[in-house]
C-alpha cells in the first residue's frame, strides 16, 4: 500500500512538472514564433528558444513516465487499454515532441543564416522556415490527437476502477471532448494554433490535470479501489 502511495505522489509531482514547463515553452516561444518577421526573431532571442525546446523535452519526459508508473496499477483494471496508454501517452506523445524540437533547432539554423542571408538566398530560407512553421504545426495536431486518446483511456480506467472520485474522473473524459474540437478547428483552419478560442477549449482537462495532481499528492488511490483490484488480480 505504501508503494502505491508514494507511485501517486510521483505521479502528482510529474504532472504538474510537464503541465508547468509545457505552459511556460508556450510563453517563451507565442512571442517569437507567431509574428510576421519570426526568422529574425528567433535567432534574436537565441537563449529563449533553447530554452524553450528544454522545456518541451522535460514536458514530455515528465509525462511519458505517468503511464509506465501508472501500467502495474492500471492493468489490474483494463490490460489492454492500460497497454493503448503507454502507447499513445510514452511512445507516440513522446516522439511527437522530441521531432518538435528537432524542427525547432531546424528553425533556429534557419534564422541564423537568414541573418546574413543575401537578397536570394533569403527567399529560400523563408521558405524553409515557412514549411519548418507549418511542420511544428502539424505536429502540435498530432499531439493533441495523441494526448487524446491516451486520455480517455486512462479515464476510463480510473473511471471504472474508482482509484480517484468518479467526478475527478469523469472531468477527464468530459473535457476531452472540447480539447479534440480544439484540435479539429485547428487542424481545418477555423482557428489558430493557442488563440484564444483554442487554448479556452483545452482549458477545462488542463485543470482537471492539475487538479487530478493536487488529489493525488494530498490523498492517493482510494485504498479500497487498490485492494478491490488486487483482489480481482488474485482471482484471474
Not at 516561444?29 to 533553447?50: C, E, G, R
Not at 530554452?51 to 509525462?63: E, F, I, K, N
Request: proline letters at 3%.
Amino acid at each position: 500500500m505504501k508503494t502505491k502511495r508514494k507511485t501517486a505522489i510521483i505521479v502528482g509531482v510529474l504532472y504538474i512538472i510537464g503541465t508547468v514547463a509545457g505552459v511556460l515553452s508556450v510563453v517563451i516561444t507565442q512571442p517569437i514564433l507567431h509574428v510576421p518577421d519570426y526568422l529574425k526573431q528567433v535567432s534574436a532571442n537565441q537563449n529563449q528558444f533553447v530554452l524553450a525546446a528544454l522545456l518541451v523535452l522535460t514536458m514530455g519526459l515528465a509525462l511519458a513516465m505517468v503511464p509506465v508508473l501508472m501500467f502495474p496499477i492500471l492493468k489490474k483494471q483494463n490490460e489492454v487499454l492500460a497497454l493503448g496508454y503507454i502507447v499513445f501517452r510514452s511512445a507516440l506523445e513522446s516522439v511527437s515532441y522530441i521531432v518538435t524540437v528537432i524542427v525547432w533547432l531546424f528553425l533556429l539554423v534557419v534564422s541564423q543564416d537568414y541573418g546574413k542571408a543575401g537578397v536570394a538566398a533569403a527567399v529560400t530560407l523563408q521558405s524553409l522556415g515557412a514549411i519548418l512553421q507549418e511542420s511544428s504545426g502539424w505536429i502540435s495536431q498530432i499531439v493533441t490527437i495523441t494526448f487524446i486518446f491516451g486520455a480517455v483511456m486512462f479515464y476510463f480506467i480510473l473511471f471504472r476502477s474508482k482509484l480517484i472520485p468518479r467526478w475527478l474522473s469523469g472531468w477527464g473524459l468530459v473535457g476531452a471532448i472540447p480539447y479534440f474540437s480544439a484540435g479539429l478547428l485547428v487542424m481545418f483552419g477555423f482557428v489558430t494554433n493557442n488563440s484564444t478560442i483554442d487554448s479556452v477549449l483545452r482549458l477545462p482537462i488542463g485543470v482537471q490535470e492539475m487538479v487530478m495532481a493536487v488529489w493525488l499528492i494530498a490523498k492517493g488511490f482510494s485504498p479500497s479501489a487498490i485492494a478491490a483490484l488486487s483482489a480481482r488480480e488474485n482471482l484471474s
